[in-house]
Protein backbone atom coordinates (compact mmCIF):
# COMPACT_ATOMS: atom_id res chain seq x y z
CA UNK A 1 0.00 0.00 0.00
CA UNK A 2 0.79 3.53 -0.50
CA UNK A 3 3.21 4.67 2.98
CA UNK A 4 0.83 7.85 3.35
CA UNK A 5 -2.68 5.82 3.02
CA UNK A 6 -1.15 3.32 5.34
CA UNK A 7 0.25 5.44 7.79
CA UNK A 8 -3.36 7.33 7.93
CA UNK A 9 -5.00 3.79 8.17
CA UNK A 10 -3.34 2.36 10.99
CA UNK A 11 -3.59 5.87 13.09
CA UNK A 12 -7.62 5.19 13.13
CA UNK A 13 -6.71 1.72 14.93
CA UNK A 14 -7.39 1.20 18.97
CA UNK A 15 -4.18 2.35 20.66
CA UNK A 16 -2.04 -1.31 22.05
CA UNK A 17 -2.15 -1.08 25.69
CA UNK A 18 -0.31 -4.53 26.59
CA UNK A 19 2.70 -3.78 27.97
CA UNK A 20 4.29 -6.77 26.74
CA UNK A 21 4.01 -5.51 23.37
CA UNK A 22 7.52 -3.97 22.80
CA UNK A 23 7.15 -2.97 18.91
CA UNK A 24 3.40 -2.37 17.61
CA UNK A 25 2.00 -0.12 14.95
CA UNK A 26 3.16 2.63 16.24
CA UNK A 27 6.94 3.52 14.88
CA UNK A 28 6.22 1.70 11.35
CA UNK A 29 9.18 -0.91 11.86
CA UNK A 30 10.09 -4.15 10.35
CA UNK A 31 8.00 -6.37 12.50
CA UNK A 32 6.06 -6.87 16.04
CA UNK A 33 7.94 -7.72 19.16
CA UNK A 34 6.40 -9.33 22.02
CA UNK A 35 7.83 -10.38 25.30
CA UNK A 36 7.34 -13.55 26.74
CA UNK A 37 9.92 -13.38 29.62
CA UNK A 38 12.55 -10.54 31.06
CA UNK A 39 15.23 -12.56 28.48
CA UNK A 40 12.85 -13.72 25.36
CA UNK A 41 10.71 -12.08 23.36
CA UNK A 42 8.94 -13.09 19.70
CA UNK A 43 9.75 -11.39 16.70
CA UNK A 44 6.48 -11.45 14.47
CA UNK A 45 6.19 -10.39 10.48
CA UNK A 46 3.88 -11.26 7.60
CA UNK A 47 4.89 -10.36 4.08
CA UNK A 48 3.31 -11.83 0.50
CA UNK A 49 2.77 -10.64 -2.90
CA UNK A 50 2.47 -11.61 -6.63
CA UNK A 51 4.85 -13.17 -8.84
CA UNK A 52 7.82 -11.27 -9.91
CA UNK A 53 9.73 -13.16 -12.11
CA UNK A 54 9.13 -15.74 -14.52
CA UNK A 55 10.46 -19.10 -12.58
CA UNK A 56 7.87 -20.34 -10.01
CA UNK A 57 10.47 -21.80 -7.86
CA UNK A 58 12.83 -18.43 -7.89
CA UNK A 59 9.09 -17.12 -7.09
CA UNK A 60 9.01 -18.57 -3.72
CA UNK A 61 12.44 -18.60 -3.07
CA UNK A 62 12.26 -14.34 -3.36
CA UNK A 63 9.16 -14.22 -1.30
CA UNK A 64 10.36 -16.05 1.48
CA UNK A 65 13.86 -14.40 1.57
CA UNK A 66 11.86 -11.05 1.41
CA UNK A 67 9.58 -11.99 4.70
CA UNK A 68 12.66 -13.22 6.35
CA UNK A 69 14.18 -10.34 5.96
CA UNK A 70 12.18 -8.28 8.62
CA UNK A 71 13.31 -10.65 11.20
CA UNK A 72 16.97 -9.85 10.76
CA UNK A 73 16.35 -6.29 10.39
CA UNK A 74 15.13 -6.29 13.97
CA UNK A 75 17.57 -8.05 15.34
CA UNK A 76 16.09 -11.20 15.83
CA UNK A 77 16.48 -15.20 14.85
CA UNK A 78 13.90 -16.94 13.00
CA UNK A 79 12.51 -20.24 14.50
CA UNK A 80 9.54 -20.73 12.08
CA UNK A 81 7.51 -20.01 9.28
CA UNK A 82 3.68 -20.49 8.11
CA UNK A 83 3.00 -20.22 4.42
CA UNK A 84 0.44 -17.80 3.21
CA UNK A 85 -0.48 -18.49 -0.63
CA UNK A 86 -3.08 -18.11 -3.22
CA UNK A 87 -3.62 -20.01 -6.70
CA UNK A 88 -5.42 -19.60 -9.87
CA UNK A 89 -7.71 -22.90 -9.75
CA UNK A 90 -6.51 -24.15 -13.11
CA UNK A 91 -3.23 -23.64 -12.03
CA UNK A 92 -0.64 -26.63 -12.82
CA UNK A 93 0.15 -28.31 -9.55
CA UNK A 94 3.10 -28.42 -10.52
CA UNK A 95 3.73 -24.73 -11.05
CA UNK A 96 2.53 -24.19 -7.47
CA UNK A 97 4.56 -26.89 -6.11
CA UNK A 98 7.65 -25.20 -7.56
CA UNK A 99 6.52 -21.84 -5.63
CA UNK A 100 6.30 -23.68 -2.35
CA UNK A 101 9.69 -25.54 -2.67
CA UNK A 102 11.48 -22.62 -3.41
CA UNK A 103 10.17 -21.52 -0.58
CA UNK A 104 10.24 -24.02 1.88
CA UNK A 105 14.63 -24.99 0.23
CA UNK A 106 15.21 -20.66 1.28
CA UNK A 107 13.45 -21.44 4.95
CA UNK A 108 16.06 -24.29 5.33
CA UNK A 109 19.06 -22.09 3.79
CA UNK A 110 17.80 -19.72 7.05
CA UNK A 111 17.81 -22.76 9.66
CA UNK A 112 14.29 -22.98 10.10
CA UNK A 113 11.15 -24.84 8.22
CA UNK A 114 7.75 -24.27 7.18
CA UNK A 115 5.55 -25.46 9.66
CA UNK A 116 2.09 -24.98 8.30
CA UNK A 117 0.20 -22.68 6.42
CA UNK A 118 -2.91 -21.23 4.48
CA UNK A 119 -4.30 -21.71 0.95
CA UNK A 120 -7.21 -19.93 -0.94
CA UNK A 121 -8.07 -19.84 -4.50
CA UNK A 122 -7.44 -16.09 -6.18
CA UNK A 123 -6.87 -15.35 -10.05
CA UNK A 124 -3.73 -13.99 -9.66
CA UNK A 125 -1.00 -16.14 -7.96
CA UNK A 126 0.19 -14.51 -4.16
CA UNK A 127 2.89 -16.50 -1.81
CA UNK A 128 4.66 -15.29 1.16
CA UNK A 129 5.59 -16.25 4.69
CA UNK A 130 4.52 -15.30 8.22
CA UNK A 131 7.78 -15.59 10.19
CA UNK A 132 8.34 -16.04 14.19
CA UNK A 133 11.65 -15.35 15.44
CA UNK A 134 13.42 -14.53 18.84
CA UNK A 135 15.00 -11.52 20.52
CA UNK A 136 16.62 -11.22 23.71
CA UNK A 137 14.35 -7.82 24.85
CA UNK A 138 16.94 -5.52 25.27
CA UNK A 139 18.65 -6.10 22.02
CA UNK A 140 16.00 -5.16 19.74
CA UNK A 141 17.01 -3.29 16.73
CA UNK A 142 14.21 -0.64 16.03
CA UNK A 143 14.14 1.72 12.95
CA UNK A 144 13.66 4.56 14.82
CA UNK A 145 16.56 4.70 17.12
CA UNK A 146 19.31 6.66 14.59
CA UNK A 147 21.98 9.12 16.71
CA UNK A 148 22.86 12.46 14.75
CA UNK A 149 26.74 11.58 13.78
CA UNK A 150 25.86 7.70 12.69
CA UNK A 151 26.81 6.20 9.56
CA UNK A 152 24.53 5.34 6.96
CA UNK A 153 24.95 1.43 5.19
CA UNK A 154 23.32 -0.02 2.73
CA UNK A 155 23.87 -4.19 1.77
CA UNK A 156 22.06 -4.04 -1.06
CA UNK A 157 22.28 -2.26 -4.64
CA UNK A 158 18.84 -0.55 -5.46
CA UNK A 159 16.18 -1.15 -8.73
CA UNK A 160 14.41 -4.00 -8.56
CA UNK A 161 11.37 -2.64 -9.01
CA UNK A 162 12.61 -1.17 -12.10
CA UNK A 163 13.86 -4.13 -13.42
CA UNK A 164 11.24 -7.02 -12.68
CA UNK A 165 8.61 -4.20 -14.26
CA UNK A 166 11.49 -3.61 -17.34
CA UNK A 167 11.12 -7.70 -17.84
CA UNK A 168 7.36 -7.80 -17.33
CA UNK A 169 6.78 -5.39 -20.11
CA UNK A 170 9.39 -7.58 -22.25
CA UNK A 171 12.14 -4.12 -22.01
CA UNK A 172 15.13 -6.91 -21.36
CA UNK A 173 15.91 -10.36 -21.37
CA UNK A 174 15.21 -12.77 -18.78
CA UNK A 175 19.36 -12.61 -18.66
CA UNK A 176 19.54 -9.23 -17.80
CA UNK A 177 17.67 -10.29 -14.33
CA UNK A 178 20.38 -12.52 -13.53
CA UNK A 179 22.07 -10.04 -11.25
CA UNK A 180 18.88 -8.67 -9.87
CA UNK A 181 17.68 -12.18 -8.75
CA UNK A 182 20.65 -12.96 -7.55
CA UNK A 183 20.43 -9.83 -5.49
CA UNK A 184 16.72 -10.66 -3.85
CA UNK A 185 16.75 -14.20 -3.40
CA UNK A 186 19.82 -13.56 -1.10
CA UNK A 187 19.05 -13.67 3.01
CA UNK A 188 20.05 -10.63 5.03
CA UNK A 189 21.14 -12.93 7.46
CA UNK A 190 24.61 -12.66 6.67
CA UNK A 191 24.16 -8.81 6.43
CA UNK A 192 22.66 -9.26 10.31
CA UNK A 193 24.95 -11.50 11.70
CA UNK A 194 27.79 -9.25 10.93
CA UNK A 195 26.50 -6.39 12.88
CA UNK A 196 27.60 -8.62 15.90
CA UNK A 197 30.20 -6.19 18.26
CA UNK A 198 29.11 -2.85 16.39
CA UNK A 199 27.14 -0.16 17.69
CA UNK A 200 24.41 -0.29 15.69
CA UNK A 201 21.87 2.31 16.82
CA UNK A 202 19.16 1.62 14.42
CA UNK A 203 18.12 -0.75 11.38
CA UNK A 204 15.42 -2.09 8.72
CA UNK A 205 15.21 -3.49 5.17
CA UNK A 206 14.35 -1.37 2.25
CA UNK A 207 11.48 -3.17 0.60
CA UNK A 208 7.75 -1.33 -0.86
CA UNK A 209 8.64 2.20 0.03
CA UNK A 210 11.93 2.16 -1.56
CA UNK A 211 15.27 3.85 0.19
CA UNK A 212 14.14 7.16 0.49
CA UNK A 213 10.55 5.85 1.95
CA UNK A 214 12.19 3.84 4.34
CA UNK A 215 14.63 6.15 5.31
CA UNK A 216 12.77 9.07 5.88
CA UNK A 217 10.90 6.38 8.66
CA UNK A 218 14.09 6.07 9.85
CA UNK A 219 14.87 9.87 10.64
CA UNK A 220 11.36 10.53 11.52
CA UNK A 221 11.25 8.08 14.28
CA UNK A 222 14.83 9.69 15.06
CA UNK A 223 13.35 13.09 15.24
CA UNK A 224 16.80 13.58 13.15
CA UNK A 225 17.41 14.16 9.55
CA UNK A 226 19.90 12.71 7.17
CA UNK A 227 21.89 13.20 4.55
CA UNK A 228 22.42 10.82 1.32
CA UNK A 229 25.23 10.57 -1.00
CA UNK A 230 23.66 9.38 -4.41
CA UNK A 231 26.93 8.91 -6.19
CA UNK A 232 27.56 6.24 -3.01
CA UNK A 233 24.15 4.53 -3.55
CA UNK A 234 24.81 0.85 -5.15
CA UNK A 235 22.80 0.16 -8.17
CA UNK A 236 21.98 -2.98 -10.24
CA UNK A 237 22.88 -2.77 -13.86
CA UNK A 238 20.66 -0.74 -16.29
CA UNK A 239 18.28 0.66 -13.51
CA UNK A 240 19.26 4.08 -14.24
CA UNK A 241 19.12 3.42 -17.87
CA UNK A 242 15.76 2.12 -17.37
CA UNK A 243 14.95 5.06 -14.72
CA UNK A 244 15.73 7.13 -17.57
CA UNK A 245 13.40 5.84 -20.29
CA UNK A 246 10.77 6.29 -17.02
CA UNK A 247 10.30 2.66 -16.54
CA UNK A 248 9.35 2.07 -12.91
CA UNK A 249 6.65 0.77 -10.96
CA UNK A 250 3.36 3.31 -10.39
CA UNK A 251 5.10 2.43 -6.87
CA UNK A 252 7.96 4.04 -7.05
CA UNK A 253 6.37 7.05 -9.20
CA UNK A 254 4.62 7.09 -5.73
CA UNK A 255 7.20 7.08 -3.42
CA UNK A 256 9.03 9.45 -4.64
CA UNK A 257 5.65 11.86 -5.21
CA UNK A 258 5.45 10.74 -1.66
CA UNK A 259 9.32 12.40 -0.73
CA UNK A 260 8.76 15.24 -2.61
CA UNK A 261 5.50 16.09 -0.64
CA UNK A 262 7.14 15.06 2.58
CA UNK A 263 10.32 17.51 2.04
CA UNK A 264 12.72 15.62 0.61
CA UNK A 265 15.32 18.17 -1.13
CA UNK A 266 17.80 16.73 -4.28
CA UNK A 267 20.78 19.10 -4.92
CA UNK A 268 20.38 19.83 -8.64
CA UNK A 269 23.22 17.84 -9.52
CA UNK A 270 21.32 14.72 -8.52
CA UNK A 271 19.21 13.71 -12.27
CA UNK A 272 15.90 13.09 -12.60
CA UNK A 273 16.36 9.19 -13.26
CA UNK A 274 18.57 8.71 -10.13
CA UNK A 275 15.74 10.63 -7.72
CA UNK A 276 13.12 7.75 -9.20
CA UNK A 277 15.58 5.05 -8.62
CA UNK A 278 16.11 6.41 -4.89
CA UNK A 279 12.49 6.20 -4.85
CA UNK A 280 12.44 2.67 -6.41
CA UNK A 281 10.02 -0.11 -4.20
CA UNK A 282 12.05 -3.11 -3.58
CA UNK A 283 11.85 -6.55 -3.21
CA UNK A 284 14.06 -8.59 -0.83
CA UNK A 285 16.28 -5.58 -0.22
CA UNK A 286 19.48 -4.78 1.40
CA UNK A 287 19.66 -3.91 5.22
CA UNK A 288 19.86 -0.22 6.25
CA UNK A 289 21.47 0.22 9.38
CA UNK A 290 22.76 2.89 11.31
CA UNK A 291 25.57 2.68 12.90
CA UNK A 292 28.04 4.77 15.26
CA UNK A 293 30.75 6.80 13.27
CA UNK A 294 33.84 5.03 14.76
CA UNK A 295 32.26 0.97 13.96
CA UNK A 296 30.96 1.75 10.44
CA UNK A 297 34.70 0.50 8.91
CA UNK A 298 34.02 -2.37 11.15
CA UNK A 299 30.57 -3.72 9.95
CA UNK A 300 32.45 -2.93 6.58
CA UNK A 301 34.91 -5.21 7.39
CA UNK A 302 32.91 -8.06 9.17
CA UNK A 303 29.89 -7.72 6.21
CA UNK A 304 32.89 -8.59 3.11
CA UNK A 305 34.19 -11.95 5.43
CA UNK A 306 30.33 -12.75 5.01
CA UNK A 307 30.60 -12.02 1.21
CA UNK A 308 28.11 -8.81 1.77
CA UNK A 309 29.56 -5.42 0.07
CA UNK A 310 28.21 -2.84 2.86
CA UNK A 311 27.81 0.75 1.13
CA UNK A 312 28.49 3.80 3.31
CA UNK A 313 25.53 5.92 1.41
CA UNK A 314 24.94 8.81 3.94
CA UNK A 315 25.08 10.43 7.61
CA UNK A 316 22.46 10.65 10.11
CA UNK A 317 22.30 14.68 11.28
CA UNK A 318 20.39 16.27 14.32
CA UNK A 319 18.51 18.85 11.62
CA UNK A 320 15.19 16.90 10.51
CA UNK A 321 14.82 16.27 6.37
CA UNK A 322 16.24 14.14 3.84
CA UNK A 323 18.77 15.86 1.75
CA UNK A 324 20.06 13.69 -1.13
CA UNK A 325 23.50 15.37 -2.82
CO1 LIG B 1 10.89 -4.29 6.54
CO1 LIG C 1 7.01 -6.07 5.10
Do not use: W
Not at 6 to 21: C, M
Not at 203 to 211: E, H, N, R
Not at 255 to 273: K, Q
Request: aromatic share 4%; net charge negative.
Amino acid sequence: MDASVLAQVLRELPPIDDPNVLVGTSTADDAGVYKLRDDLALVQTVDFFTPIVDDPYTFGAIAAANALSDVYAMGGRPINALAIAAFPEDMDPRTIGAVLRGGADKAREAGINIIGGHTIKDDEPKYGLSVTGVIHPDRVLRNSTAVPGDVLLLTKPIGTGILTTARRSDRIGEEAMAEAIASMIALNRAAAEALDGCAVHAATDVTGFGLLGHLREMVAGANAGAEILAAQVPLLHGALELASLGVAPGGSKMNLANALADGVTFDDAVEEAMRLLLADAQTSGGLLVAIAADDAERYQTQAAARGVRAAAIGTIVARPGLRVR
